[in-house]
């Protein structure tokens, strides 16, 4: 009897062992799962951070080597002009091959880089948009912190006292539209100027009237004739508000009847066009 009970609890007890222990191998397994799949996820987790810091050290190489070729290529460098703008040596040069073309009378004038700059862009500009122009009250050219202004007389786009274009602009915007289409983030501002002669009639109310529907006369003839992109397109009219001289002569107020035109370029992509002509 002693016997049966013996075996009785021994068998009890190993039943007992053998149930803990499968317990137990459940929960490590479920441990070791847990790890597995934590594991694989940091493996992911680590692949995608080590492919997104190649891209970021590919990019960074592009970038020095862009920087590097400006730095070892001296006809690449970048130099300030009057701390207003930046033109490469490249740029300079053209500028200088220019300059030997233009009037001795006006480089002498020239006193600064900015000033140079101003003389070699004027004078590109100038054959660019008219080879036979020769007077310089028509047309005039000048550069304020990287913005070029170009001011034309309005005996060549309208008839006096007019706002209807005029047969002989023509050939001026149509070369002006070819400067503005040549550079896609070129924005441009066009401006009627009057002198302060009082106008009234069935079509203007005043030089107000007449400054703005200039203005808008060419932006129109621009975009529809010569397909300027119109989102680069500013039109506004400031009557007699902003003279260039005093309107205390015929020939001062004539001075004054403009439409100024206004452009915001790359000067270093500007003047590399411009100087092809």
């Known amino acids: 009897m002693k016997k049966v009970l013996t075996l009785v609890a021994l068998s009890g007890a190993l039943i007992t062992t053998s149930c803990v222990s499968k317990k137990k191998f459940l929960a490590v397994e479920a441990d070791l799962q847990n790890t597995k799949s934590t594991l694989q996820k940091t493996t992911v987790e680590k692949e995608e951070l080590e492919t997104k810091f190649a891209k970021i050290e590919a990019r960074v190489a592009d970038y020095n080597a862009k920087i590097n070729s400006l730095t070892d290529s001296n006809n690449e460098k970048m130099v300030m002009v009057d701390d207003l703008a930046v033109i490469s040596n490249k740029t300079k040069e053209k500028m200088k091959e220019t300059l030997s073309k233009v009037n001795s009378e006006k480089l002498q004038g020239a006193k600064t880089l900015k000033d140079s700059m101003n003389l070699a862009v004027s004078h ?90 200039r203005a808008t006369s060419i932006t129109r003839r621009l975009q529809n004739k010569y397909n300027v992109d119109p989102a680069k397109l500013i039109a506004s009219g400031r009557s007699s508000y902003k003279p260039l001289v005093e309107n205390d002569s015929e020939e001062n107020m004539a001075k004054n009847r403009r439409t100024r035109i206004v452009l915001l370029p790359n000067l270093d992509k500007f003047f590399a066009m411009l100087s092809s002509n």
């Open 124 to 213: 590109n500009l100038k054959n660019s948009l008219d080879d036979n122009l020769q007077e310089d009250e028509d047309i005039s050219i000048d550069i304020d912190n990287t913005v070029v202004m170009i001011s034309i007389s309005d005996k060549m786009l309208f008839n006096s006292g007019s706002y209807r274009i005029s047969n002989k602009a023509n050939d001026i915007l149509e070369k002006l539209a070819g400067v503005i289409n040549s550079e896609p983030s070129l924005e441009v501002m066009i401006e009627g100027h009057t002198d302060p002669k009082t106008i009234n009639t069935p079509a203007l109310e005043d030089n107000w009237d007449l400054s703005v529907k």
